[in-house]
C-alpha cells in the first residue's frame, strides 16, 4: 500500500520496523540533522520526534530499530559515519527517548554500523556492532 512517507529525508541514515500492533517505525537523520523517529498510524498520520543530535549531528549515521513483544522501542546508531562510539535509546513514552539508556554509551566500542534485536521469548536486547578497527562485536 503507498502511504505519504516524510520527505524529505537527508542524509540518509535510516531503517524502519514494524511494531507488535502492525505501526511502522522509522528512525532517520532529518533536514536538520538531528536522529528522528516516526510512526505512522492510518488516522493520524505521521508522528515525530527526535531522538539524538542537532545542527552537529554527524552525516550519515549508522542506525538500526527493533520492538519488543510489549511494543517498547529499542534503536542503537553510531553517530559518524567512519568510526564513532555506539549509543542505544529506548522509547520510554510516547514520543520521548531516553538514550544511552543502558547507563552510558559504549565508548570503548567504535564503529561504522550497527544492528539491534529482541529476543521474542526474554525481551533481551542484543546490539552488534562491525567495523571501526573492533571487527564484529557483540556489544550488549
Do not use: K, M
Not at 553517530?79 to 549509543?87: R, T
Amino acid at each position: 500500500e503507498e502511504r505519504d512517507w516524510l520527505a524529505p529525508i537527508l542524509n540518509a541514515g535510516a531503517a524502519i520496523a514494524v511494531d507488535v500492533t502492525g505501526t511502522i517505525h522509522l528512525v532517520f537523520q532529518n533536514s536538520s540533522d538531528a536522529l528522528h523517529w516516526a510512526r505512522y498510524s492510518d488516522d493520524d498520520g505521521w508522528t515525530e520526534s527526535n531522538i539524538a543530535g542537532g545542527s552537529n549531528f554527524p552525516q550519515r549515521p549508522s542506525v538500526a530499530i527493533a520492538f519488543d513483544r510489549c511494543g517498547a522501542g529499542h534503536v542503537t546508531y553510531v553517530e559518524a559515519a567512519g568510526a564513532g562510539p555506539v549509543h542505544y535509546a529506548r522509547l520510554v513514552n510516547d514520543g520521548a527517548w531516553e538514550v544511552d539508556a543502558t547507563s552510558g554509551a559504549f565508548p570503548d566500542v567504535h564503529a561504522s554500523a550497527v544492528d539491534i534485536a529482541v529476543d521474542p521469548t526474554t525481551g533481551a536486547v542484543h546490539i552488534v556492532a562491525a567495523g571501526g578497527g573492533s571487527g564484529l562485536v557483540h556489544v550488549w
